[in-house]
Each structure stands twice: as C-alpha cells, then as structure tokens.
C-alpha cells in the first residue's frame, strides 16, 4: 500500500510535524556514528545544528559538506552555460543552513554572494560561522530586503516545493522583481516522478495540470509539500521568464530527484 494515504490521514488532524520529528529522531540516531566520526576528524569544519540539517536536508554531516559541494559545482556548470558569473550578484534564495552557498566564495572568489531565508535560526547560524556570504532573513511572504533588478543569478532548490498557491504567485514576483534583464534562475520542482506520493485523487489534479498542495502545516517547513506539474510553472513563468531549460527529474534511479527549472529574466 502507498504511503500517501496514511500521510493524509495524519495531515487531515494535524500530526504530520509528529510524524517527521520521529522520522528526524530516527535520521540523528543511524548517523551518530558516523556523524561522531566526521567531527572528530575535522574539527575545523562547522556544522549546523542537527534539526537545521535535517529540515533543509539530512543529518549527516558528511553529506552536507560533500553533496553540498557537489551541487555548488553542479549549479556553477548550468548557469555558465546561458551566464559569465565573474563579478556578479548571486542569490541563494532559500539558503537554509548554507548546504550549498557556503561553497560559492571559494568556487567563485571574484563574485558577491548572498543568501536569504525564512528561517531565522538559519540565518543567526549562517552569520555567525559562514564567511565570504551576506546573508538576509526574509518572512515566508515577499518582499525580500534587495533593491529592484539586482541579481544576475538566482537559485532556489526545493523552495517552491513548500509552497501555497499564491506564494508561487507571490515570490515569482518578487524573483522578477530582484533579478535584473536578462539574469538566469535555476529552480526545483516537484515532477512527474514525485506523483506516485499522492492519492489517487490528487494524482487526476496534477495530470490536470492543477497544482497539488498538501497543506494543514506551517507553511515552508519540509512537511508542507506542493506539487508543479510542467505545465503550471510554464503559466508561472508567462510574461516574466523565458524558459532555457525543464530537466525533468530521473525516474528510475532508485531516489526522487527534483525537476530542474532553467530560465531567463525577460
């Protein structure tokens, strides 16, 4: 049997936030060892606090610092393909514990670099051990704190994804509004291989090009899930952004992987 119904029967009275920090309990114990390990061995390194880890991602710190290593490499090679990002302003939008952007000094020394989130314990942990970054707290509504057309290049991973409706509407906006003519964003979605999370139900909204929010909790934490099919996000971009590229996520690789947006300030 799926998952997605015993899911939503937890959301309909308001226990999924029950549901997850058993689930974080459960991540922090299979990786005490590991994660003890890692600490020992690079004392130097700074760590987030274990719960900042896991709502933005997973507790293990090993992970953190590579993966997030990775995915800053990753994210430089796409945007170059459309951008030069010497020199430039370069937004983590949704930076969370600094998984990704705290590799982007060293990857890019010449460029300015700057990350806002919601989440102001984030933020204080950020300021406090991450150098080379300016770093912002927005509210879960826009606007953000940045002057008009500011940005030549944006990302925000897995941040619409956790989304009412009319924030996608309202941070679209506010994107449109940082990000300077011609400025290259890269956005994740929830695609199609993310469907089989969903009733059957909720599986006919999404195929009918409707997006699916699975709600009852606080907006933006990990438990509030929504869901883009294609379609949507291309009406999302209409008249603001040009899309260069939709990536979709794998779907038979053993792991969801997120839809990758491409695209272009207009």
């Not at 003519?181 to 009733?199: C, D, M």
């Amino acid at each position: 049997m799926s998952l997605a119904l015993p899911k939503q029967i937890l959301r309909s009275i308001g226990a999924i936030r029950l549901l997850d920090n058993l689930r974080y309990r459960y991540m922090k114990y299979k990786n005490r060892l590991q994660n003890k390990r890692f600490k020992l061995e690079h004392p130097e390194i700074a760590i987030p606090p274990d719960y900042l880890l896991y709502e933005s991602h997973n507790v293990n710190y090993s992970y953190y610092l590579t993966k997030g290593r990775q995915k800053a490499e990753e994210l430089i090679k796409m945007f170059q393909k459309y951008t030069n990002l010497n020199d430039k302003n370069i937004l983590d939008w949704g930076c969370g514990p600094s998984r990704v952007v705290r590799h982007f000094p060293e990857l890019l020394p010449k460029s300015h670099i700057f990350g806002t989130d919601y989440n102001t314990d984030s933020i204080s942990w950020n300021r406090k051990y991450i150098d080379g970054v300016r770093f912002f707290e927005n509210e879960i509504n826009p606007p953000t704190h940045f002057k008009d057309q500011f940005f030549d290049a944006i990302y925000g991973l897995s941040i619409f994804t956790h989304l009412s409706e009319e924030n996608h509407h309202n941070w679209i906006n506010e994107l449109y509004r940082i990000s300077k003519v011609g400025a290259v964003l890269i956005l994740t979605t929830h695609g199609e291989n993310y469907k089989v999370k969903l009733t059957k139900s909720d599986q006919k909204k999404y195929e009918s090009d409707v997006l699916v929010v699975k709600g009852n909790t606080l907006e933006g934490h990990r438990t509030y899930a929504a869901y883009q099919p294609p379609q949507f996000m291309r009406q999302l971009f209409a008249d603001k952004f040009e899309v260069l590229e939709h990536i979709p996520g794998p779907m038979d690789v053993g792991y969801f992987d997120q839809d990758k947006w491409i695209i272009k300030r207009i």
